[in-house]
């Protein structure tokens, strides 16, 4: 159980590393700016505690909002994707999700690629709003998430793969 | 009562979404207006310690290229100063220093950014340093922003690729005056608004800061005209400006203080005050 948790807060660790010192400078075409540690929210556990994934999740976006300068918009949009990632589960690994004792990370490649694509879209879209704060820049900021959104996916999943527990338990 | 704890205990995951919702949309309101009571920023100690560190290491890759930048603005400063020599001759370096309106203080970009609407840049320099909200930030090839806050060891800058900020500039070698402004878009171009019609306009015409701007020492060249277009019916013109600065990519900037600016100020409010 220590174990785990270690390998977990190293992951975990790993990610914003990843997200704060490097990507956060990559440039890629001049404004695609990948978007990573999205998937620690996706990743983590089915929760027990729905209240304490919550503030989980608005201390990460706000973490990552003090590196950023984007005020709290990093922390509005996390806190909506964990809002909305038991319904994004209900979706994706049916009704009775809760009973299987459903581990994400080991999952089916096709159901995890879904949530993905879900989660980044919910969190992109919201998050590049804010950004803009204007609503006519909406068409912008769509750009924005499916341009944005289809490289945080690709590095998102080389990622997972690079932090997977080989051991399947 | 007994219902309204039901209802709280029901209903207390959605209650603390909405509470933290409320709390994480108010921050990213206030993030855009321009004011520096912002909760949520770059340069306290433990963003800025984590964002230099990283730029420490960083820096090693590109040392030569600074270097060269460095060793340039050395030989036109020397150009300059050769130019000069007749007058400061008989002064003293330090008795220079001393008389100039403003007091220039290097310092090192930890964190930049381009891509949003409205950009900030971490610099690692505070109080302690002399840095106060308020002073402008240039490179040698132009302006970069005005410090919005700082804390002892670090500050943060407001970019002037920023949807809030507008820079008195002129247009050089005439008194036409015009506000500097970003729409959001390319971060190698800036618009000057507010021209006059009958302003001699002309494509190549560099752009440098206003006598009228308090945070900015007056002549210091910006960039360089590439489109005009008369707007409003024809009663004023929008500029196109190509920046002489790369503001996606920055290393060393100065922070300006303006000595003068107490003074400054107290005669404006005596002007208001009549």
Redesign the interface.
């Known amino acids: 159980m220590t174990k785990k948790s270690i390998y977990t807060a190293f992951s975990i660790l790993l990610i914003l590393f990843l997200q704060?010192?490097v990507l956060d400078?990559v440039?890629f075409l001049g404004?695609i700016?990948p978007i990573i540690y999205v998937i620690i929210l996706l990743l983590y556990p089915v929760e027990h505690n729905?209240?304490l994934y919550?503030?989980a999740a608005?201390l990460l976006?706000?973490l990552i909002?003090?590196?950023?300068?984007?005020?709290?918009?990093h922390?509005?949009s996390c806190?909506?994707l964990a809002?909305s990632r038991p319904f994004l589960l209900r979706i994706i690994y049916g009704e009775s999700y809760k009973m299987k004792n459903l581990k994400i990370i080991q999952s089916n490649f096709d159901r995890l690629l879904l949530l993905l694509i879900l989660g980044i879209l919910i969190h992109h879209f919201i998050f590049f709003n804010?950004?803009?704060?204007?609503m006519s820049h909406i068409l912008m900021a769509v750009k924005d998430t499916f341009a944005i959104g289809g490289l945080s996916l690709l590095i998102s999943l080389l990622v997972i793969y690079l932090v997977k527990p080989k051991v399947v338990r | 009562m007994q219902q309204i704890i039901n209802f709280l205990i029901k209903y207390?995951?959605l209650l603390?979404?909405l509470f933290?919702?409320v709390?994480?949309?108010?921050?990213?309101?206030?993030?855009?207006d321009y004011t520096r009571y912002?909760f949520?920023?770059?340069s306290?100690n433990?963003?800025g310690g984590?964002?230099s560190s990283?730029q420490s290491v960083?820096d090693y890759f590109n040392l030569k290229q600074v270097n060269q930048e460095l060793a340039n603005e050395n030989a036109k400063l020397r150009m300059l100063l050769d130019g000069l020599k007749a007058d400061t001759l008989r002064i003293d370096t330090t008795t220079v220093i001393a008389q100039s309106t403003y007091k220039v203080i290097p310092a090192k970009v930890i964190?930049n950014?381009f891509?949003?609407?409205d950009?900030?840049l971490?610099l690692d320099i505070g109080e302690k340093n002399g840095i106060e909200p308020d002073m402008g930030v240039i490179t040698d090839k132009g302006i970069i922003g005005i410090i919005d806050r700082s804390n002892s060891n670090y500050s943060?800058v407001i970019s002037v690729l920023s949807s809030d900020l507008s820079i008195n500039a002129q247009i050089k070698g005439s008194n036409v005056i015009g506000s500097l402004k970003w729409d959001g878009q390319d971060p190698y171009y800036l618009s000057l608004e507010d021209v006059p019609r009958l302003a001699q306009v002309k494509k190549g015409d560099t752009i440098i800061t206003g006598k009228q701007s308090t945070l900015f020492p007056p002549n210091i060249e910006i960039g360089t005209i590439t489109k005009a277009e008369l707007i409003d019916n024809g009663a004023k013109y929008k500029i196109d400006v190509q920046l002489f600065n790369d503001l996606?990519d920055l290393g060393y900037v100065y922070v300006v203080k303006n000595k003068i600016l107490p003074q400054l100020k107290e005669i404006d409010t005596l002007g208001l005050n009549d």
């Open positions: 704060v010192f400078h440039y404004f700016n729905r209240a919550l503030i608005f976006g706000l909002d003090t590196f950023q300068d984007t005020g709290g918009a922390a509005t806190l909506v809002f804010l950004i803009y704060f204007n | 207390r995951n603390l979404f933290l919702l709390i994480s949309i108010s921050l990213t309101v206030q993030s855009h912002q949520i920023h770059s306290g433990f963003t984590a964002l990283k960083a964190k950014s891509l949003k609407k950009n900030y971490t943060r996606t």
